[in-house]
């Protein structure tokens, strides 16, 4: 672990997201300073980043906070080239994102009080992505990706067209994350390591082939759905129903890119595989095709700049397919031939520049440790990086742009924007730039950047002659980009046959989205892009100085040390009178009348034919295994139980044979009377008609099941069973109220007779499995009982020395040796309290006024809940609080002796249940200082809380610490998990009150 660079990068992950949260802190009208403290966010970042490089460089040193040592799970970040790139990227077009956002949502409160806290929870999770070195971890950010960016993209939430595109997204996505989390538990257990840099380091030939090979398809699945690659790309246009911020921060430069992150992580890994070039390649081609085809047959501005998005990730997809091909030796002949132009018509300076290039040591050759070959410059893959940062230098601003006009102008539908040039010239003219960009016109970087993907094609193309067919593609959407460029122009300047005579008169309406203010917050509505924009001129222009200042981050520079100074254009390769084709067939096409009209994407009905085919079928299976009685489902399971049983004894007899009773009968009559006990009650259930009755006798099973637990000397156990059948009896009989009258049916005997002998079947099985189970001979096994026994205090070797600290060995599991168990439990407990709360919902004020007391009954006139009992109120007043200290009293000892949270849970509900029967309605809402889902939430909050603790201090998750304070008499024993065990308790106690005052509420 390498500390000195652990506190940096952790910020630099988690800094965004804390920062951001940290706004909700400020009033909802403090504007500004929630503006300042969110742009601070992405400053954090981008400073911590900076600092390790500047620190340490690119050693990507791997920095590990280990999170579940046990399983290999840790938070592991290695910030090498490739990840603190992204990373950069990421937080860098964060800051200009947060600026554009106070222009776009001007004072807008509450949209920026929503926007900065969520904005900074999808950065947190993009840069823990890129960084991340541990497959699991890199597997939890990007679903992180996945949850954030449908909360910006369903923004609006009125708008229902609007959250069925962001469920559409999360939907597409999401089940991409399902194939990428089984591509990785697949590719980790093929290889036996699980971080990213074991794996690049291991030498995968000797990896079973066809595992490999499933996880790549899988995770290449992944990958193509964060990155819209067909069949997969529909969603990404229909995230455009997202604000403009949203589509140029997720769907220009970070979301969309994950998948290309991916592709760039595993390409020395997989490189070797058949599949990889074949599937990137095709893939790549066609989505260049359809993404450019599309782009010309949409009027929107987003939809029209996330189409050529589209076909630009494709292009990514497609170069790292190609990179496979091995063509070293066409790098040295193209750099001499760039070598002598440079010799030839460059200045001075330009070739003192040549000169020390040639003299400096490629530091940035990457070898793959185990493999028998080197993935250096030599590989076609030429400027992936510059690729990656040119595509965000021009697709940011457009969308940031794309806003500005529909917010300034009051539509993005470009037939609506004819003359713009005239009325709102800067917006117009930054426009036009960014889109020169994207069409790749010369002195830009995209022009640079075109040149290096079509001479991949080129050096591929020798060695495999379908190739040219991934040229035509790259061509295609190369003039589709152009084209796309010369209808903005000739629209904007309000030319003779530009798309605006398209448009209908009865369709001219204008719409603005936020109120626009002026000054400096008015102008970052613009201002990002147009500073985002100039670095593709800098870049394209001064191509050498800007290469070698970039070039530091780059991991593969093919021919990029060897450009020019200046900006020049060599007339003399293929690739360049490629380019020039798709410049003049573009421009062409884009004063043409070809492919004018709007046309629908047939892939977009691909969601919604899903859609309904999980609905309908899913439906009728749903039906068919889910028929909503509670029999139907423990019939099922325990047949499955009887048939697994069944299906071991035939195949292994001899497991029929038990040993006899190994200890004396006399001990076995106590507790044979409570089994007779609990079965004579449970014969009952089903003969009994009256329900008040029915849950009398199955409380009564449950106080025999009690005595059961303290005959064989388990207190835990027994305090908790008489305490949950104490509240189950109070909740079933709350719940009585408000069912309807119960009519019995006619029985059925032929299907009694047949429930009969299911039930004796598995009666008889779960009996002999007990039986069994109770006479094995363990002597000489070690059982997981043994281990709890032996580090339940002190610990052993074996646990590093590490004990739970307590002598309670029942409560030392729940909370130590379990504690991921335990709070998974209070979790469900809680959801569970949520789904009885929403189910009933108020629907009218409850009605606190009874009819006199009839005093010869002792109960209110109405029949309401309340309780008049002189006795019973006065008594319960000195009960409560004797409980409440005895509940206390219980969960203190629990870590030493019997007790505990859980239990001291349900005697403090117990007493508060008992409370409420007797003051009658409202008095315990009046009573509790804090409402059941605030103990809820408090109690998951101090659990979670516990457990995160030790990860900060650079322990594993809920490791726990334990120890004495004071000395003597004084002496007072402690352990961290008590906190945990607290939190348990506030939940137990709050589900419990909480059901019980929410369905007293609802009699009433």
Avoid at 531 to 546: D, E, K, N
Wanted: hydrophobic share 50%; with cysteine.
């Amino acid at each position: 672990m390498n500390t000195s660079v652990m506190l940096p990068i952790f910020t630099a992950v988690f800094g965004p997201l804390l920062i951001s949260l940290a706004t909700l802190l400020l009033p909802r009208k403090a504007i500004t300073p929630r503006t300042l403290l969110a742009f601070a966010a992405p400053i954090v970042s981008v400073s911590c980043l900076i600092w390790v490089i500047t620190s340490q460089g690119f050693a990507g040193n791997v920095v590990s906070l280990p999170f579940v040592p046990a399983l290999d799970i840790a938070f592991s970040f290695r910030p090498d080239q490739l990840g603190m790139f992204f990373a950069l990227l990421v937080a860098g077009m964060g800051i200009m994102i947060n600026i554009y956002a106070r222009g776009y949502f001007g004072r807008d409160a509450d949209s920026l009080f929503r926007f900065y806290p969520t904005n900074g929870f999808f950065m947190t999770a993009m840069v823990g992505l890129v960084l991340s070195d541990n497959l699991l971890s890199l597997l939890i950010f990007w679903e992180m990706t996945a949850i954030s960016s449908f909360l910006l993209i369903g923004w609006d939430r009125d708008d229902k067209v609007a959250v069925k595109l962001a469920m559409q997204a999360f939907i597409t996505t999401g089940l991409g994350g399902l194939s990428m989390m089984a591509g990785l538990i697949l590719l980790g257990s093929a290889t036996g390591k699980w971080s990213m840099s074991e794996i690049l380091g291991a030498d995968l030939s000797q990896v079973n082939q066809a595992w490999l090979n499933a996880a790549f398809i899988l995770m290449f699945v992944g990958a193509a759905t964060k990155s819209a690659q067909w069949p997969f790309h529909f969603w990404l246009p229909g995230a455009m129903a997202a604000p403009t911020p949203v589509s140029a921060y997720l769907h220009s430069a970070t979301m969309v890119k994950a998948g290309i992150y991916l592709f760039a992580r595993m390409y020395p890994a997989f490189r070797h595989i058949d599949l990889w070039p074949i599937m990137l390649v095709s893939i790549g081609t066609l989505t260049m095709v359809i993404g450019g085809y599309l782009a010309l047959r949409n009027y929107d501005l987003k939809k029209i700049f996330a189409y050529t998005t589209v076909s630009q990730l494709a292009l990514f997809t497609c170069a790292f397919g190609l990179a496979a091909f091995d063509v070293s030796p066409h790098h040295g002949a193209h750099a001499e031939q760039v070598s002598r132009q440079v010799n030839q018509s460059s200045t001075v300076l330009a070739a003192r520049y040549e000169g020390e290039m040639a003299k400096e040591p490629d530091p940035y050759k990457v070898e793959q440790a185990g493999h028998d070959e080197k993935i250096e410059s030599e590989a076609n893959l030429i400027w992936p990086i510059m690729q990656i940062l040119n595509h965000a230098l021009y697709k940011a601003p457009l969308f940031i742009l794309a806003g500005a006009i529909g917010h300034l102008v009051g539509s993005r539908d470009i037939r609506r924007l004819g003359g713009i040039l005239k009325t709102h010239k800067l917006l117009a003219w930054l426009t036009l730039a960014a889109a020169y960009a994207m069409a790749a016109g010369p002195f830009t970087l995209s022009f640079n950047g075109k040149e290096a993907f079509l001479y991949a094609i080129y050096h591929a193309a020798e060695q495999n002659p379908y190739i040219w067919i991934v040229a035509a593609g790259a061509v295609f959407m190369a003039l589709a980009n152009v084209a796309v460029f010369v209808r903005l122009l000739t629209t904007f300047a309000g030319l003779r046959g530009s798309l605006a005579e398209d448009l209908p008169p009865e369709e001219e309406e204008h719409h603005h989205e936020h109120e626009h203010e002026h000054g400096f917050w008015g102008a970052c509505i613009w201002w990002p892009a147009a500073f985002l924009i100039l670095f593709q001129f800098i870049g394209g222009i001064f191509a050498g100085p800007f290469g070698r200042f970039i070039g530091h981050i780059e991991i593969f520079k093919g021919y990029w040390s060897h450009l020019p100074w200046f900006w020049q254009i060599d007339f003399t390769t293929l690739p360049v009178y490629l380019s020039l084709i798709a410049i003049i067939l573009g421009v062409l096409l884009g004063l043409s009348k070809l492919w004018r009209t709007y046309w629908n994407d047939p892939h977009n009905q691909l969601y919604p034919g899903f859609y309904w085919l999980a609905v309908t079928g899913g439906g009728k299976v749903f039906r068919l295994v889910q028929t909503g009685n509670f029999r139907h489902y423990i019939v099922f399971t325990l047949i499955a139980v009887l048939a697994a049983l069944i299906g071991t004894t035939v195949k292994r007899p001899d497991l029929l044979q038990v040993s006899e009773i190994a200890f004396p009968i006399a001990q076995i009559w106590p507790g044979l009377l409570m089994a007779i006990v609990i079965c004579v009650t449970a014969l009952l259930l089903p003969i009994v008609q009256q329900r008040v009755v029915r849950i009398l006798i199955l409380g009564t099973t449950g106080f025999s099941v009690t005595g059961m637990y303290f005959l064989y000397q388990a207190p835990d156990l027994a305090l908790t069973q008489v305490m949950f059948e104490i509240i189950s009896v109070i909740l079933f009989l709350l719940v009585l109220r408000m069912l309807p009258e119960y009519k019995p049916k006619p029985k059925n005997y032929g299907l009694v007779t047949g429930r009969v002998l299911v039930s004796a079947a598995i009666g008889l099985a779960v009996g002999y499995l007990t039986y069994a189970a109770a006479t094995t001979n363990l002597s000489g096994i070690r059982t997981l009982g043994d281990f709890f026994i032996t580090n339940s205090y002190h610990g052993t070797p074996e646990t590093h020395m590490h004990g739970g600290g307590g002598n309670n060995i029942v409560n030392v599991i729940l909370v130590d040796f379990r504690g991921f168990d335990t709070i998974g439990e209070i979790t469900v407990l809680g959801i569970a309290a949520l789904g009885v709360w929403s189910l009933l919902m108020k629907r009218t004020a409850p009605n606190l006024d009874y009819t006199p007391v009839d005093n010869a009954l002792d109960i209110p006139g109405n029949g309401g809940p309340g309780m008049t009992s002189i006795i019973f109120r006065t008594s319960q007043r000195i009960l409560l609080p004797l409980s409440l200290v005895f509940a206390i009293y219980v969960f203190m000892k629990g870590h030493q002796e019997p007790g505990g949270g859980f239990i001291a849970g349900l005697i403090a509900a117990v007493a508060l249940a008992i409370y409420r029967m007797a003051e009658g309605p409202g008095a315990l809402v009046k009573l509790l200082p804090i409402k059941p889902p605030s103990l809820i939430a408090l109690g998951l909050a101090m659990a979670l809380i516990t457990g995160t603790t030790a990860l900060v201090l650079g322990y594993p998750f809920f490791t726990s610490a334990h120890g004495y304070i004071g000395s003597g008499v004084n002496e007072v024993e402690w352990a961290t998990v008590m906190a945990f065990d607290f939190g348990v308790f506030l939940v137990v106690t709050g589900v419990s009150v909480g059901m019980i005052v929410r369905l007293s509420e609802e009699i009433e």
